[in-house]
């Protein structure tokens, strides 16, 4: 069974940096798509960034274009994503997916068959 799991969340001020790390068990995350969501209170999933098979494809948000990076390592089966320039407003609960299939609308949240349970991402003004 895919089990996901985040780490590296954690509280950080304005124009700071973090790296959240998604690991995986019985999944290869170069062989489909995975995903970074986040969750504010209150309000609904949004689409972070995606990196797609064995190319790497990305694709980002526009509200973190430019800040955000997503990346794996193929040799550790981690995919990571590098946040820099935070803000206030990227305070969420950080969530990777994964989709075996290459074939999914990459920005919503019921195309993704795992989901790890969350990291929090707390940025202070």
């Known amino acids: 069974q895919m089990q996901l799991a985040e780490s590296g969340g954690g509280l950080v001020q304005a124009g700071g940096s973090l790296r959240l790390s998604c690991t995986a068990s019985?999944?290869?995350?170069?062989?489909?798509?995975t995903g970074w969501f986040r969750q504010a209170p209150g309000k609904e999933r949004e689409f972070v960034a995606t990196i797609t098979g064995s190319s790497a494809r990305t694709y980002y948000a526009d509200s973190v274009k430019g800040r955000f990076t997503i990346s794996r390592d193929n040799a550790k089966n981690t995919v990571y994503l590098q946040m820099n320039s935070l803000r206030p407003e990227d305070t969420a609960v950080y969530f990777c997916?994964?989709?075996?299939?290459?074939?999914?609308?990459?920005?919503?949240?019921?195309?993704?068959?795992?989901w790890g349970q969350g990291t929090q991402v707390t940025v202070s003004s």
């Open positions: 997916a994964a989709s075996t299939s290459l074939s999914v609308q990459i920005m919503s949240p019921g195309s993704y068959a795992a």
């Open positions: 019985a999944y290869t995350f170069s062989s489909g798509v």
